[in-house]
Nanobody, 126 residues
């Protein structure tokens, strides 16, 4: 069973920064999309950012409009992905999940992902 291991969540004041990391020890995700979703209490899980395989050793990043200009996603290597979160707002408070799947269309749909991390809490205070 594939396990995604997340780290980096926590409590931060509005305007601050956090960096989330996700890795899949012992697994090669060379042709996989890897990304982040989040879920706030009482809300559906929503897309945050993804790195999609675009051929060879290349990946293309896609960022949700709600975090564009503040969050940066990067693929560390074929088995890891990072999310740099800057200028955090209270509405960014949620559990953040790392996810992975074989690359295909509709990368923003959480239901298309096969592998998930356990989630890491991000809390932004006002």
């Amino acid at each position: 069973q594939v396990q995604l291991v997340e780290s980096g969540g926590g409590l931060v004041q509005a305007g601050g920064s956090l960096r989330l990391s996700c890795a899949a020890p012992g697994r090669t995700f060379s042709r996989y999309d890897m990304g982040w979703f989040r879920q706030a209490p009482g809300k559906e899980r929503e897309f945050v950012a993804v790195t999609s395989w675009s051929g060879g050793n290349s990946y293309t990043g896609n960022i949700a409009d709600s975090v564009k200009g503040r969050f940066i996603i990067s693929r560390g290597n074929v088995t890891s992905v990072n999310l740099q979160m800057n200028s955090l707002k209270p509405e960014d408070t949620a559990v953040y999940y790392c996810a992975a799947r074989q690359s295909r269309s509709s990368s923003t749909d959480f239901r298309s992902y096969d592998y998930w991390g356990q989630g890491t809490q991000v809390t932004v205070s006002s």
